[in-house]
């Protein structure tokens, strides 16, 4: 296989030298292909397709965090190439989701021996890709004000609820699910693709980013416990204060101007988000399968499961 990787030199503020090295030392033996160029930011959309059509290679691997494996995935929709991820980011939700290690050796040991999986993407205002998750209200505010923060982590996302919670309002929000219109108050709404935030808090615990369809989660009622979750690992949320509605296409209006994110990237203010679904839409590299180990059964055993 030809790989090739986008390397996103500042995504999560760690120092890429262990991952390139890692690299390097990964393929010095092997029979693949491997070659490499840095994203700076600016020029990455021009950059992308050019080191594609260069190279022209059997996956693409995204070296960064969300936002870097969003921009170099919607380089290969509806493409025979193959989307592989390096998790370097900050919070590396997605790769969380597919089970994709985040060690150097797993991470690389999944491209070159796991297996290719078709995944749906969310199709957001015509004209953007949701890979993950995207929402509009309460959490969008909290990722705009965590991008303006200096610190990073627990901590700057900590002090970005504190300062959300200090102007959070519900907002009324007609969702037009297929061709069922509903009208709630809401502290926000998500379009899901996937099972949970790039922290490990699960919001759509029955989602599957390959079965047609994405879920319009509404978020009637929120303490400040619900708002700790979006970056606690591993903690549901209240089921009884959420709505949960299967989707192909929504149609999201508010009343008032409300915060708008995909993928962890702020978008601005906006009254209308319109989405659809798009089925197998991105192959992506993921873990193969492990193989269960037949079960042993006694004698005595054998016999009352026969019988």
């Given amino acids: 296989m030809t790989f090739l990787f986008a390397i996103n030199p500042v995504s999560g503020g760690t120092d890429k030298t262990v991952w390139e090295t890692g690299i390097r030392d990964y393929f010095a033996d092997s029979p693949h292909t491997v070659h490499q160029f840095y994203l700076d930011g600016k020029t990455d959309n021009e950059t992308i397709p050019q080191q594609i059509e260069k190279y022209k290679p059997d996956c693409v691997v995204a070296a960064g965090g969300d936002g870097t494996i969003k921009q170099v995935a919607e380089h290969l929709l509806d493409t025979f190439i193959s989307l592989g991820i390096l998790p370097v980011g900050s919070a590396n939700g997605m790769a969380r989701e597919l089970g994709i290690l985040t060690d150097v050796h797993g991470s690389l040991d999944t491209l070159v021996n796991g297996m290719s999986k078709k995944i749906d993407v969310i199709s957001v205002n015509d004209g953007e890709s949701c890979l993950h998750l995207g929402d509009i209200g309460l959490n969008a505010q909290l990722v705009k004000y965590y991008q303006r923060n200096n ?4 901590l700057g996302y900590l002090q970005s609820v504190i300062k959300v919670l200090r102007k959070h309002r519900l907002m009324k929000v007609s969702i037009t699910v297929d061709d069922e219109c509903v009208h709630r108050a809401a502290f926000m709404v998500v379009l899901a693709n996937a099972r949970m935030y790039g922290t490990g808090a699960v919001i759509n615990p029955d989602g599957d980013v390959s079965d047609g369809k994405f879920e319009v ?6 303490s400040f416990g619900e708002i700790l979750k979006l970056f606690w690992r591993f903690q549901p949320f209240d089921p009884k204060q959420i709505e949960i509605f299967p989707a ?4 999201i209006e508010t009343g008032r101007k409300a915060y708008f994110q995909v993928d962890g990237e702020y978008r601005g ?5 319109k989405a659809h679904i798009r089925p197998g839409a991105l192959t992506i590299r993921v873990p193969a399968p492990v193989a269960s180990k037949p079960v ?3 004698e005595p055993a054998l016999a009352r499961y026969i019988g």
């Fill in 151 to 154: 610190l990073r982590g627990k």
């Fill in 217 to 222: 989660i509404v978020f009637r009622r929120l």
């Fill in 248 to 251: 192909t296409s929504v149609t």
């Fill in 269 to 273: 203010l906006t009254t209308t988000v």
């Fill in 296 to 298: 042993e059964l006694s």
